[in-house]
């Protein structure tokens, strides 16, 4: 009998867990997303917070140009690699990182942190692990909600960050 009891409790505790998670999802201003691939064997994944545009000027505007951006919204943004990756001339050894962005109007750059866990407002530059340059183009049709999508390519993979009507891209190889 007292086993029986123990099983509904901790059902009930885990049933009660899954529910004020799945609340907390569907209150937040922000959905969450991961962006995953294998990309030459690598499992990467990305997750991040999703804010809308609303209406707003996105970048040069909510996000100002020249200052370090949370890249998404709410916790920090997330990169996790099972394989060293290779953007640039960066090398990101297998792990767990934090992803801001340094948006300009001409150009990006694409900030790898070595620390995890934070808000994603507490950006230290003292632990970044480096920065690439990242290539910027305009895309024809506005995008509502701020996107990451991971790409397999012929030479290794891409990250693409949407939002407006702008992309911002960072190539990556998978090293061997």
Known sequence: MRV???????????IAALGATLDAQRQRASPHEK???TVDGANVSIEYGRPYAKGRTIFGGLVPYGQVWRTGADE??????????VFGT???????????????EKEWSLIINKKTGQ????????????????????????VEQFTIKLADTPGGGELHMDW???????GFTVKK
Do not use: F, N
């Open 4 to 14: 029986h009891v123990a099983a509904v409790l901790t059902l009930s505790t885990a």
């Open 35 to 37: 962006a995953q691939a």
């Open 76 to 85: 920090a943004t997330t990169l996790v690699t099972d394989a060293t990756l």
């Open 90 to 104: 960066l090398t990101v050894p297998p792990g767990t990182y934090t992803l801001y962005t340094l948006p300009g």
């Open 119 to 142: 808000w994603g407002t507490q950006y230290a530059e003292a632990d970044d692990l480096g920065r690439v340059p990242m290539k910027v183009a305009t895309i024809p049709a506005a």
């Open 164 to 170: 407006a009507t702008t992309r911002a891209i960072a």
